[in-house]
């Protein structure tokens, strides 16, 4: 079955950067967009980036808009969030997700078809 498996989480201080990884596998499948998602303790889990498999269009949520960048790379089958600047409000699990139906938009849960475990990213002040 498909499988997306995160990594790259950590414990980091306040101002540090971190990469999340994603690694796409099992049968293949058509992808209009990769995703992730973040989810912290007691909060529903929110839209975080987002990028369109075939060209490369990325999508932010406001919060982190300037300080994150989502990148992928076809040929391994793999989508990175390069995170900045990291503040405590960022903790959170962080989920990677595979879109396999064209959207406008890929900011909801619900777009997705396919979801990672999650890797936990925790920002100390």
């Known amino acids: 079955q498909v499988q997306l498996v995160e990594s790259g989480g950590g414990l980091v201080q306040a101002g540090d950067s971190l990469r999340l990884s994603c690694a796409a596998s099992g049968p293949a499948f058509t992808k209009h967009a990769m995703g992730w998602f973040r989810q912290a303790p007691g909060k529903e889990r929110e839209f975080v980036a987002a990028i369109t498999w075939t060209l490369g269009n990325p999508y932010y949520a406001d919060s982190v808009k300037d300080r994150f960048t989502i990148s992928r790379d076809t040929a391994k089958n793999t989508v990175h969030l390069q995170m900045n600047s990291l503040n405590p409000e960022d903790t959170a699990v962080y989920y990677c997700?595979?879109?396999?139906?064209?959207?406008?938009?890929?900011?909801?849960?619900?777009?997705?078809?396919?979801w990672g475990q999650g890797t936990q990213v925790t920002v100390s002040s």
């Open positions: 997700a595979a879109a396999i139906v064209y959207r406008r938009t890929y900011n909801y849960p619900g777009d997705y078809a396919y």
